[in-house]
């Protein structure tokens, strides 16, 4: 680092900036198609799985994405060093994107594999170098900013790339997108390999102490017992969790927690507390990811489904000029009747496998192309009474469903400008909150946002009319503030109260609270579709939410006082 430099941030923060960027512009253009490729028919390019098997494999996959960085950030700490094991997790990832656009099961799978060991090495040991960068005395005070800041770049690119798959998907096919995801991944990298020199400092291998179980013992005693219960959860008879999948899933999540409780009780005096400390914030803020991410799933199905996404006028034109809108091509039997709708499909299919046969590939192209836009239809226009269908002879355009899931980061964008100004406003006059009441905050705003989803339920009859996409604006603001008062904050408790040789293992440990709130997301939103009263599965999140923010406001005086030990806010 150059220490003649009065700048607020080191050089550093803006090469992970830009890296992270681009790495989750491919990672939440992935998951911003993930339910809708999955629900799609296979005559149309997608994996046809029912709406139960979708929300599983979801909340499955979002789950084991934030697993992995457990392991990803314990051999970062001890062995491979954190950029070295960005540039593993990234072309681990670039490859599992690259896979999806196959569209076959066993490809399927096998990139999600490599999605999720992939990410278990990038994103623990990003965020870690973040952290350290800030080691430096002269930047100390405004690690809580920089990851603010950082956090701004994650969503620059979750922002941008739903343009970017609507584009592709409506135009060229789902393979088409996952392309792009890889794409942006490689970009990614190479920024980070070109700006590698202004991290290489905050790239430091922490010792064991005397005592500290060794690499190999712990992935030992942590590995096997995770597969271990993960086949128990799997065979266990009766469900516990709705699903075989979800059974195993929270069984393997076991022994990786009692690990975590085990650093506690073998830590020495000086690290017992911090470490407690930041697995007490672990268990509350698994709440808000079992909320907040539900937007990739029941979120999702609501703005495909409920939400009016007509477009008219000057939205209309843009939407066109940039061929991201749904063209619906009215078939009035095909809408409503599902028995007509499956006959419809079906001969349509049969006219693709005619001409495949005869190597006609345009017209099976066409067909194929046909199967995608009146499947949508059908599934927009499935909760309207037949006298409120389009006309055969109208011309409307919907706005892609995937576009919704930029509104979460159009907000972040916006709104972190404010959210820093204001902390900085506050620190000025010695008023800022500490970094945990800052997340016990957030977990009281999300509560927030779930209620403003019980009022759109309230606001129409959502079983014969659509409801005004204004709503899904709201929530997703009010939930992105609670979201900026949470994350990035919680990344930085964790590069505060870690100990220094554990940072990027305890780095994991955030994320796998986070790994176990986005798989509670997707056993939530397997309730959404089943629901009769869709007030009251949003009514869950408003109650659960609330009463996680009431259990940290609970240990805020010992959270606050543990930070004053440390010299920190």
């Known amino acids: 680092m150059n220490k003649g430099s009065k700048a607020k941030h080191p050089k550093g923060l803006y090469v992970l900036f830009f890296t992270e960027m681009w790495?989750?512009?491919?990672?939440?253009?992935?998951?911003?198609?993930?339910?809708?490729?999955?629900?799609?028919?296979?005559?149309?390019?997608?994996?046809?799985?029912?709406?139960?098997?979708?929300?599983?494999?979801?909340?499955?996959?979002?789950?084991?994405?934030?697993?992995?960085?457990?392991?990803?950030?314990?051999?970062?700490?001890?062995?491979?060093?954190?950029?070295?094991?960005?540039?593993?997790?990234?072309?681990?990832?670039?490859?599992g994107y690259f896979g999806?656009?196959?569209?076959?099961?066993n490809a399927f799978y096998i990139s999600l594999l490599l999605i999720i060991l992939g990410n278990g090495f990038f994103k623990p040991n990003i965020s870690t170098l973040v952290g350290n960068l800030y080691n430096d005395d002269r930047y100390r005070a405004n690690k809580d900013e920089g990851y603010n800041i950082f956090y701004m770049g994650i969503n620059i690119g979750a922002f941008v790339c739903n343009f970017v798959a609507a584009y592709l998907r409506i135009n060229l096919g789902w393979g088409y997108a996952f392309i792009a995801a890889g794409i942006g991944m490689i970009i990614g990298l190479i920024i980070f390999a070109s700006g590698t020199?202004?991290?290489?400092?905050?790239?430091?291998?922490?010792?064991?102490k005397p005592g500290d179980m060794g690499t190999g013992v712990i992935l030992a005693s942590v590995l096997i017992p995770m597969f271990a219960f993960g086949v128990l959860g799997y065979i266990i008879p009766d469900n516990i969790f709705g699903t075989d999948t979800n059974d195993a899933f929270l069984f393997g999540c076991i022994p990786v927690i009692l690990f975590f409780i085990y650093i506690l009780f073998k830590s020495d005096k000086e690290d017992r507390k911090p470490v407690a400390a930041l697995l007490s914030?672990?268990?509350?803020?698994?709440?808000?990811?079992?909320?907040?991410?539900?937007?990739?799933?029941?979120?999702?199905?609501?703005?495909?489904?409920?939400?009016?996404?007509?477009?008219?006028?000057?939205?209309?034109?843009?939407a066109e000029t940039m061929k991201i809108a749904q063209t619906v091509e009215n078939h009035p039997s095909a809408f409503y009747d599902d028995e007509k709708f499956k006959s419809y499909l079906d001969s349509l299919d049969a006219r693709r496998i005619a001409f495949s046969k005869a190597g006609n590939m345009d017209s099976v192209k066409a067909i194929s192309e046909t199967i995608t836009i009146r499947t949508g239809s059908h599934t927009y226009f499935a909760n309207l009474p037949a006298e409120d269908l389009p006309q055969p002879d109208s011309n409307l355009k919907l706005a892609s469903t995937e576009l919704f899931q930029s509104i979460n980061p159009f907000w972040?964008?916006?709104?972190?400008?404010?959210?820093?100004?204001?902390?900085?406003?506050?620190?000025?006059?010695?008023?800022?909150?500490?970094?945990?009441?800052?997340?016990?905050?957030?977990?009281?705003?999300?509560?927030?946002?779930a209620f403003i989803m019980v009022a759109a339920v309230k606001s129409a009859n959502i079983e014969s009319e659509k409801v005004s996409s204004m709503w899904l604006f709201a929530t997703y603001g009010v939930i992105t503030l609670g979201e900026l008062f949470l994350s990035p904050?919680?990344?930085?408790?964790?590069?505060?109260?870690?100990?220094?040789?554990?940072?990027?293992?305890?780095?994991?440990?955030?994320?796998?609270?986070?790994?176990?709130?986005?798989?509670?997301?997707?056993?939530?939103?397997?309730?959404?579709?089943?629901?009769?009263?869709?007030?009251?599965?949003?009514?869950?999140?408003?109650?659960?939410?609330?009463?996680?923010?009431?259990m940290l406001f609970a240990l805020l005086r010992w959270l606050n006082a543990i930070m004053k030990e440390k010299g920190l806010k």
């Open 489 to 550: 904050m919680g990344l930085s408790l964790v590069s505060k109260l870690s100990p220094p040789r554990l940072t990027a293992l305890m780095m994991g440990g955030f994320f796998l609270s986070t790994s176990v709130g986005n798989k509670l997301a997707g056993i939530l939103s397997s309730n959404f579709e089943r629901a009769e009263d869709k007030s009251t599965f949003f009514l869950t999140n408003v109650f659960l939410a609330l009463a996680a923010a009431a």
């Open 23 to 95: 790495e989750r512009f491919g990672y939440y253009l992935m998951i911003g198609i993930f339910a809708l490729y999955m629900k799609d028919a296979w005559e149309s390019g997608g994996m046809g799985f029912s709406a139960e098997k979708k929300s599983d494999v979801y909340g499955t996959y979002i789950g084991l994405v934030y697993l992995t960085p457990f392991i990803g950030g314990l051999l970062a700490d001890r062995l491979l060093g954190y950029r070295r094991s960005i540039f593993i997790g990234g072309s681990l990832m670039a490859a």
């Open 100 to 105: 999806l656009s196959i569209h076959d099961p």
């Open 281 to 318: 914030v672990y268990g509350c803020i698994v709440i808000f990811w079992a909320v907040f991410h539900q937007n990739g799933d029941a979120l999702t199905v609501w703005a495909e489904r409920y939400s009016d996404r007509e477009l008219n006028g000057g939205a209309k034109s843009v």
């Open 412 to 449: 972040v964008v916006v709104l972190t400008p404010i959210v820093v100004g204001f902390f900085g406003f506050l620190r000025r006059r010695g008023k800022e909150p500490s970094t945990p009441t800052k997340i016990a905050l957030g977990l009281l705003i999300t509560g927030l946002s």
């Open 197 to 208: 020199k202004h991290v290489k400092e905050a790239d430091v291998l922490k010792p064991a």
